[in-house]
């Protein structure tokens, strides 16, 4: 039942950066504008990433709720997910199909937080602040935990202060979280848009 858990876990956070990554953002094309299979929703997106560009991180829109169309759509969308998921993997296993759901609504939870306290984003989603605020906002894809960031080598750090402390995304003990580190990145290291010699793993 855990481990099953787990690997739904694992597969939605692989979603969750493909998603963002080709849906949301869309597909570069030499003279025409990106591709998505759903526009409505890629251009819910960038108009998602234009306001907060502005508003250091902030969106008023989450503060509208269901009145605002861009919340609306990223609700749609995330129900039509979790069905589909949930259906899908019911048969294989119930577990599977309950990390889902979980899933999609931790990212619901996180990513609607995030946008209404900018600061707690920072300390807690660190890769997603990136996402938006760096100077390169086509990386970072993930938002939950950067799990496939690290897998898929597009995790870029902009500075020491918003370096998670591990690349599970998740608080441990300092030096669980500097070995653990140190061992993800001999294999999937993160990218730095800035020099980070001289600094420490947060907790260290």
Request: charged share 20%; proline share 5%.
């Amino acid at each position: 039942m855990i481990k099953g858990f787990i690997a739904g876990l694992v597969v939605a956070n692989a979603f969750e950066w493909f998603a963002h990554k080709y849906v949301l953002h869309g597909v570069h094309r030499k003279g025409q504008t990106r591709f998505s299979p759903v526009p409505r929703t890629m251009q819910s997106h960038w108009e998602h990433h234009r306001i907060v560009r502005k508003t250091a991180f902030f969106d008023q829109g989450y503060v509208e709720g269901l009145r605002n169309w861009r919340t609306r759509n990223e609700v749609g969308s995330l129900v039509a997910v979790a069905t589909v998921f949930g259906l899908a993997f019911y048969p294989i296993s119930k577990s599977m199909s309950a990390a889902a759901l979980y899933s999609t609504a931790k990212y619901f939870y996180v990513h609607h937080r995030a946008h209404l306290e900018p600061e707690w984003a920072k300390k807690h989603i660190p890769w997603h602040y990136d996402h938006h605020m760096n100077s390169n906002q086509d990386a970072n894809w993930c938002v939950t935990r950067p799990w496939f960031d690290y897998v898929m080598g597009t995790r870029v750090i902009s500075s020491a202060e918003l370096q998670e402390q591990n690349p599970l995304g998740i608080t441990l003990p300092a030096p669980v979280a500097t070995f653990l580190t140190d061992g993800i990145n001999r294999f999937f290291p993160a990218k730095w848009v800035e020099n980070p010699r001289n600094t420490r793993i947060k907790g260290a």
